[in-house]
């Protein structure tokens, strides 16, 4: 990946910033050799060993309003990380912050690929087997009109073929029923502009309305809904998945039968772990921006920070943001 | 039990009806004691065990448009069920059949309690330790205005302390972040709505807005949304869960190292499975109707009626319609 543009990685976002976002950088830099830029404050993020840094004096708070920050905050670690990509310093831009800052961010210094309504959120979610469905939008835009889902499930059709060369994706519109007449207001009126898509010219397939229980599936690639909803699933995913986990390592240590029977299960259960951990992809992406820019959970280990950054190298030789803007952008 | 009028049981609703309706009610009765009276046409019910019949002609399918069939069909087993409450004969009624019939049945013969604008679905939702939290409205109205939010926050804090004995049941928003200026319109203006009332008047307290992770947390007793977004966070858990655990299955029968090792960890994981199975609370109540509706899934095997049948008579017995009608019910 030495032909690649670094990551711009905001040093001072997330619950364990600097240590654990500049600990998951450098790992990243060693054992994937993925090129990284840190933003922020040089004097706070200890030893970098040797990765250059952007200096940015400012630090956009984790709960912080987000336009008004990035608007007044012009020195910050994610307005820095924001332009490195607008100036082709940077291939991507990564921060475990501030969401809505990151994405005002990204839009404000980026701007939207021309043709775009809104940008969207794209979280890759794990299945038993095969590749993860992307569900959008995860949580960019709490009301949505039909017309915006529509470029959504497109936009998602695109990053499915682009990051994980599915040849005809299949996209789902999230609802309560399979049938065409069930649902919300806004889910009857996209699906009506959903069936009037040629989904044949951008190479993928609607299969109609799914449902909750789709979401984790392999039946599906792509499944689109508005941001509340699909904020709402996600984090009820990772809420209902870490429970049962906690709950089975609980049984696992309950007895020390159990815990011996447990060690000789470790090697079969370790992959499916890593499979369904929240860390294991590390990042989402603003779908619809001029650029990469990458979303971490504010929770982000050094190992979530090393995930997200492999996701985000992925993405960006994937090539998907060419690819987004002659699919769905107007010229 | 004896002194508990029966439940009325849609013998002919759900995909394995009516032979695992009619095996499930048998067991009820044999094993719990759980007064149970049939619904349908007897002569296709097979051996009932002697169970008194309510002989009804008709029978609503599975995808039938539900207010139209109601109407219709006055004939038919759900019909007869919602009029067997009404006219006294059962404590309850209980179909895994076609849930908008099921909801529009009683609706139409039992009536709504007074006071009450929109009856709600709710589901009780599994948590590693503890009593289930309450999720309403899990699917009987779509679209939903903020002050339906306030009332179904209302009766699901009248249904914790009926069924489940919680003293002081803490309610929450269903919303995208923790801050009162996060979610969607609705449910701004529900928090708005929400921080007005008067939660100790009713024994309650609301802890503000809550996110996905929190549906299956034990910190929460009562979870408030609107239909569909409550419902596909239902199918959402469900769907992963059921992921999880065949995903586990197969990685136990992987070997036969890892067969033997499962073996001595069945008797901790069993109860662990009980507790997440979606079949273990096997029903759902209508509330906010005159009498206890009960719904069940359609794919309902008979062990999952046995459980329905049982939550059903918890929630007769803890007089949650009358404790309702006192509570948010208006003169």
Redesign the interface.
């Known amino acids: 990946m030495s032909d690649m543009l670094p990551i711009a990685l905001d040093a001072m976002g997330g619950d364990h910033a600097p240590a654990a976002v500049v600990a998951g950088a450098r790992q990243a830099v060693e054992e994937y050799g993925i090129p990284v830029l840190l933003v922020g404050r040089a004097d706070e993020m200890g030893d970098t060993g040797g990765l250059e840094v952007i200096e940015a004096s400012e630090v956009i708070a984790m709960?912080a309003e987000a336009g008004a920050s990035v608007r007044k905050m012009k020195d910050s670690s994610l307005v820095r990380a924001a332009e490195a990509v607008r100036d082709g310093r940077a291939s991507a831009m990564f921060s475990a912050g501030n969401t809505g800052a990151t994405m005002a961010s990204a839009l404000l210094r980026m701007g939207r690929i021309k043709g775009v309504n809104r940008p969207a959120i794209a979280t890759p979610i794990p299945?038993?087997e095969g590749n993860p469905t992307i569900l959008l939008d995860a949580?960019a835009n709490?009301?949505c009109q039909a017309d915006w889902l529509v470029q959504f499930a497109q936009m998602g059709a695109v990053y499915a073929k682009a990051r994980y060369d599915v040849s005809t994706p299949r996209v789902g519109l999230?609802s309560?029923g399979e049938?065409d007449t069930?649902?919300?207001?806004l889910?009857k009126e996209t699906h009506k502009l959903m069936t009037a898509v040629d989904w044949r010219a951008i190479g993928a397939e609607f299969v109609g309305n799914v449902?909750?229980?789709?979401?984790?599936?392999e039946s599906l690639d792509v499944i689109v809904?508005?941001?509340?909803?699909g904020?709402?699933?996600?984090?009820?995913?990772?809420?209902?998945?870490?429970?049962?986990i906690?709950?089975?390592l609980?049984?696992?240590g309950?007895?020390p039968?159990?815990a011996?029977?447990?060690d000789?299960?470790l090697p079969?259960?370790e992959p499916?772990y890593r499979?369904?951990d929240a860390e294991s992809v590390g990042s989402a992406m603003l779908l619809g921006v001029k650029g990469v820019c990458l979303i971490g959970h504010g929770s982000s280990s050094s190992a979530a920070i090393v995930n997200g950054l492999r996701q985000g190298a992925d993405l960006v030789q994937s090539g998907l943001v060419d690819r987004l803007t002659v699919a769905v952008g107007s010229p």
Do not use: Q, W
Request: no cysteine; hydrophobic share 45%.
């Open positions: 709960d299945t038993p949580g709490a009301e999230l309560i049938e069930k649902g919300n207001d889910v449902e909750g229980r789709d979401v984790m599936s809904t508005d941001g509340f909803t904020n709402v699933v996600l984090k009820t995913l990772e809420g209902g998945i870490k429970g049962i906690a709950a089975l609980g049984a696992f309950s007895t039968e159990a011996a029977a447990a000789v299960l079969t259960l499916l499979r369904f």
